[in-house]
């Protein structure tokens, strides 16, 4: 009975309100990309303390796209930076 009346109260309306709402994830091409960055700026952005360790962390917890999309957002310096301390570690 109840849905009768829901039909009855929403036939006058538009047909595209009838439609369910569609909620689509952001992807990489909505989103600003984050590409050459200092180990600094990653700290500040990420809210950690070291990013490096965070990445470290990141891999070890198996999340390894996360930790590859870290590795990508780091410029030439920052990577060499983090191979040095992958390798002093």
């Not at 410029?75 to 002093?88: I, P, V």
């Amino acid at each position: 009975m109840a849905i009768g009346v829901i039909v009855a109260i929403l036939s006058p309306l538009p047909s595209f309100w009838l439609h369910p709402l569609v909620i689509h994830p952001l992807t990489l091409t909505d989103m600003a990309k984050r590409n050459s960055k200092t180990a600094a700026q990653q700290c500040r952005y990420y809210e950690v303390d070291n990013i490096f360790v965070y990445m470290v962390e990141t891999y070890i917890n198996g999340n390894f796209e996360t930790f590859r999309r870290l590795y990508h957002e780091l410029n030439k310096d920052a990577r060499r930076d983090f191979m040095d301390f992958l390798l002093s570690e």
